[in-house]
């Protein structure tokens, strides 16, 4: 009956629906939902990515990619799908090193120019 009060127009005009006078009524304070939001916060683990290339070591595979074969690296060249399909030396650079994925760079700094960036300013630090 209160659920039901609710989800008419009130005097100030607005409505409420069933469902979530329901809601309120059954966790008044929200601490059931904030508890369940923070358990299901809790068992999320980090993509395997991030823990596999954490964002330093990204940035020391592009500046051996660099020093290595003179160019930055971009995502076609860090793309398994993209050099088989250019193939030749492509190829070969994809399978020879260990790098990461592509999608594991714009990940971590949304862009390769970004990620570029980035190693020639921890370059320019002396971190290598």
Not at 2 to 21: E, K, L
Not at 64 to 89: F, I, K, S
């Amino acid at each position: 009956m209160i659920a039901h009060a609710m989800s008419t127009s009130s005097s100030d005009g607005s409505s409420v629906s069933s469902a979530t006078a329901r809601r309120y009524l059954a966790d008044p304070s929200g601490v059931r939902n904030r508890e369940s939001e923070q358990r299901i916060r809790d068992s999320k683990r980090p993509p395997e990515a991030t823990l596999k290339w954490p964002a330093v070591l990204v940035l020391e595979r592009i500046l051996e990619w660099q020093a290595l074969y003179g160019a930055w690296p971009n995502g076609y060249d860090w793309t398994r799908t993209h050099a088989v399909r250019r193939g030749g030396e492509h190829l070969t650079r994809w399978s020879t090193g260990h790098w990461p994925d592509a999608q594991t760079v714009r990940r971590l700094y949304y862009t390769f120019p970004l990620a570029v960036a980035a190693a020639r300013r921890y370059r320019g630090r002396g971190a290598c």
